[in-house]
């Protein structure tokens, strides 16, 4: 019997609640007879109503109280002790935070192979913190660098970057063994053919994702005030009210819409219904998840410029502009104005998502877990 011990990075009712539940999330292929989620959060889920994350093998979640910079020391005992009475073959963690520390102390106490993902550079996120000046969160990063995220990764077996950009942070910190496997879409699911959500006289641009400061929607909504489409918005977040007042603002509230929350099992049916895809992005590099969706959809994607000292599988399929509103103007008017160019664009799409499909970086997990498994 297979186990595995997976630290997510938030609780599990989260990922429910924004409608991110993905069937075999953590457990690739079907590898593992249980897959034991240790929640460090204050409230959690119901297990049946997230089953399908652990495919046909037996969820158990496991709840402690909340965990956080300030207490996490002091519940090393107890998760190695509930790791210990598991017994997995391995043991993932999704950062190399506070969940990082515990399931890395586990595994050096009990031998257990390691697997920790990284879903973002901190070191950008710590500098983004600073040029902002968010001072007491560029604090507690800069504590967590110091005191956990190099004694992470420094000790785990395998380190899992989801982008190309994350790799050279990871070395920095002198992780020993860096893979590179991005986040997997279902091309069954995310395709051009599947059933539309909606209907429009316009083109519709799209763009999905966390209403926050990194991502700056309000380019959108600039760039689409001269031109004659609708700007859908899919997420929520911090920034909603100032959006909102800004599509007011601008005078374009009959041609702007938010949806805070589309169930995942419908959102291919908004990507298959717009136009382009779009996302802007300030400070930030990688690729969001949406990104690929709507590649797998068959998308024209217009994004924000990235670093140069790194490039991603992507880049020779999307359109990279300036983040401004001019810009993603300029970018829309070309696609739209052009058939043979948007076509162009959306083949590029679909050949490109099929180098990186979720059953190939399936396929790799299973793979790497079989390697810690088998030594």
């Known amino acids: ?164 950009f994350i790799v050279s942070y990871a070395k920095k910190m002198d992780a020993k063994n860096v893979q590179v496997i991005y986040n997997r879409i279902d091309l069954n699911e995310f395709t051009p053919d599947c059933k539309k959500e909606f209907s429009s006289p316009r083109p519709t641009i799209l763009s999905v994702g966390r209403l926050i400061e990194q991502k700056d929607h309000k380019y959108l909504i600039e760039a689409i005030k001269e031109l004659d489409v609708n700007l859908l918005l899919i997420g929520d977040g911090p920034n909603y009210e100032s959006l909102v007042q800004l599509i007011q603002h601008t005078n374009v509230s009959d041609r702007v819409k938010i949806i805070k929350r589309v169930p995942h099992e419908k959102l291919n049916g908004y990507y298959a219904a717009s136009d382009i895809y779009a996302q802007p992005m300030k400070l930030l590099d990688g690729i969001p998840m949406p990104v690929l969706e709507a590649m797998a959809s068959g998308l024209p994607v217009v994004m924000s410029k990235h670093d140069t000292i790194y490039s991603e599988i992507i880049d020779d399929a999307v359109v990279f502009v300036e983040n401004d509103g001019k810009s993603f103007a300029d970018a829309f008017k070309k696609i739209l104005s052009n058939l043979q160019y948007k076509k162009e664009l959306q083949k590029k799409s679909l050949e490109t998502i099929k180098k990186i499909s979720g059953e190939i970086m399936e396929q790799k997990e299973y793979e790497l877990y079989q390697s810690l498994i088998s030594k």
């Open 1 to 164: 019997m297979t186990k595995i011990c997976v630290l997510p990075n938030d609780a599990l009712m989260s990922y429910y609640n924004k409608g991110e539940i993905k069937a075999g999330y953590y457990n690739p292929k079907n590898m593992f007879d249980e897959v034991h989620v240790l929640s460090l959060f204050d409230e959690e889920i119901e297990e049946s109503k997230v089953q399908t994350m652990a495919s046909s093998g037996k969820l158990k979640i496991h709840k402690l109280e909340k965990v956080d910079l300030s207490n996490y020391r002091s519940f090393e005992e107890k998760v190695i002790k509930i790791i210990e009475e598991i017994k997995p073959d391995v043991i993932r963690s999704y950062n190399p935070l506070v969940q990082g520390w515990l399931a890395t102390k586990a595994s050096k106490r009990l031998g257990i192979p390691l697997v920790v993902s990284l879903h973002t550079n901190y070191e950008q996120q710590r500098n983004f913190l600073k040029k902002e000046h968010k001072y007491f969160q560029f604090l507690k990063m800069t504590y967590a660098s110091q005191k956990i995220e190099k004694f992470v990764l420094q000790n785990a077996d395998v380190v899992v970057c989801v982008y190309q």
